[in-house]
């Protein structure tokens, strides 16, 4: 019975290099005995003295292992697959274990080569390997949740230069989820620490920052000089924005998003595959997907994400396996799985299809806001401070809360009404049109969505509080915590 063996990359060498082995037999065991026919090497490795399968050696067929079913006469059907899975060493060097290459590596200084060691040793890097990675550069637009462990694992695998693009500032709220900065720099900039934090992790690898949103009038000319684009955006507009120009630049773009315990990785490289308007055509409207700010993020999950970016630009710049091309890779943190699905190339796609109708950068704000023809208009806003000023004079003015519960169990604004936003069209009948309505969230994103669900159901008397109840907090009520 025809079966593939998966084989371990510590047992490669034994194998003639290869990951994936045809192996035929009606058992496990018949299959282990063909294999090593055809593979000698693999032997010793497998098996000890007795013939007996080492106990360091783990074997599963289709995802599940043997020991639970009939052992090494386990039956096996047409295509099934058998994954060696071997104990593999790890974590702490033991004293006099190093091992120190010859210094013969041209441009990488003996410092480097110390650096680099394990690098060094391991063939589908070696010396030439660190090299080419020397000569690198990468650009990581954003240096947030997913730009700090992929920013972080780059500069110490040895990227030669590292960008960064990034105008924001250092908040505390950041710093559940963003390892590139600490405590002592919220309120700055975080291109200083970054650059900082970096420098300091490997003084070989040049960091350049770029100190700017990236829009359509400057994309093209911060990404032309970089090899990989890593996309850590956290909004549509600069997540199309930057897939754009990736594609007129004939670049690869390494893409991650995260949300609460889900992430997704993929490449999207020019000529190659296809790219991220194949996969989403167009962004949601506006309000339906909230953010990272507004939903929430288990800290750890962008660490995950952002170390599958830093992964695929390294196999990128060495050339080396095969990068997540045409290939989708969800991860659910609470069930700790992770499934990849199929993506093509769509021939209609308006920047990659057969008959492309981009050829410039875009108005994203238009593509991905009110602009792509829903009939909004503007959303009325209200000032934390004006609004404190209305209420202290007397006004009668109705405060309707659009987070969820346990949001509001964190913090709110006294006198307030909690109707979250997905309850709104439920409700309706609780709202009176002769009132005036100021409807909050957190920062302002959901509660404008709001409006516009209130408004289509014929309301009129509605503000947004503009900032919501951050900014109550920060220019009202300081004592309020803040998330």
Not at 307 to 325: D, F, N, R, S, Y
Not at 328 to 333: E, G, K, V
Not at 337 to 342: A, R, V
Not at 382 to 396: N, V, Y
Request: aromatic share 6%; proline share 7%; charged share 25%.
């Amino acid at each position: 019975m025809p079966v593939r063996v998966r084989i371990p990359t510590p047992l490669r060498p034994y194998a003639d290099g290869r990951a994936e082995i045809a192996a035929s037999g009606e058992t496990v065991a018949g299959v282990l005995a063909a294999l090593v026919d055809g593979s000698p090497a693999l032997r010793s490795h497998l098996l000890g003295d007795d013939g007996r399968l080492r106990s360091f050696v783990n074997l599963y067929l289709n995802g599940e292992d043997v020991r639970s079913r009939a052992g090494l006469e386990t039956s096996l059907s047409d295509g099934d697959v058998l994954a060696i899975v071997p104990a593999i060493a790890g974590g702490a060097d033991r004293p006099g274990t190093g091992v120190s290459p010859p210094h013969t590596a041209g441009d990488l200084s003996k410092e480097e080569i110390a650096r680099y060691s394990r690098h060094l040793i391991m063939p589908e890097v070696t010396i030439e390997g660190q090299r080419r990675l020397k000569r690198s550069s990468v650009l990581l637009v954003g240096a947030g949740g997913l730009g700090s462990p992929a920013a972080l694992y780059l500069t110490a695998a040895g990227v030669g230069r590292v960008g960064i693009v990034d105008f924001d500032v250092v908040d505390e709220s950041n710093l559940q989820r963003q390892i590139l900065h600490d405590t002592s720099w919220v309120g700055r900039p975080k291109l200083e620490s970054a650059k900082a934090r970096l420098s300091g992790l490997n003084p070989h690898v040049r960091i350049e920052t770029h100190a700017a949103a990236l829009t359509r009038e400057n994309a093209l000319e911060v990404m032309k000089d970089y090899d990989v684009v890593v996309d850590g955006t956290d909004n549509f507009e600069t997540r199309y924005l930057t897939n754009d120009a990736c594609y007129l630049l004939k670049k690869p773009n390494v893409y991650g998003s995260i949300f609460r315990f889900e992430g997704q990785a993929s490449v999207f490289w020019p000529d190659r595959g296809p790219c991220y308007r194949c996969l989403y055509p167009e962004p949601p409207p506006p309000g339906l997907v909230p953010s990272c700010a507004e939903g929430g993020v288990l800290g750890i999950l962008p660490g995950v994400v952002g170390g599958i970016q830093a992964t695929e630009t390294i196999k990128i710049l060495l050339g080396i396996g095969e990068p997540l091309v045409g290939r989708l890779l969800l991860y659910d943190a609470l069930a700790m799985s992770f499934d990849e699905l199929k993506l093509r190339r769509d021939p209609s796609c308006p920047l990659c299809g057969s008959a492309p109708t981009i050829t410039e950068l875009q108005d994203y704000t238009t593509f991905c806001g009110t602009g792509r023809g829903e009939e909004a208009g503007p959303v009325e806003e209200i000032t934390a401070g004006e609004l404190k000023r209305r209420l202290d004079h007397g006004e009668s003015l109705e405060l309707i809360d659009v987070r969820e519960p346990h949001e509001w169990a964190i913090c709110r604004i006294a006198g307030a009404r909690l109707m979250p936003l997905g309850t709104l069209a439920e409700r309706l009948h609780e709202f009176d049109s002769s009132r005036t309505y100021v409807l909050h969230c957190k920062s302002g994103a959901r509660s404008a969505k709001a409006v516009g669900v209130l408004r289509g159901a014929g309301f009129r008397r509605l503000l947004n509080l503009r900032g919501g109840v951050l900014a109550w907090a920060r220019e009202v009520d300081p004592s309020l915590p803040t998330y």
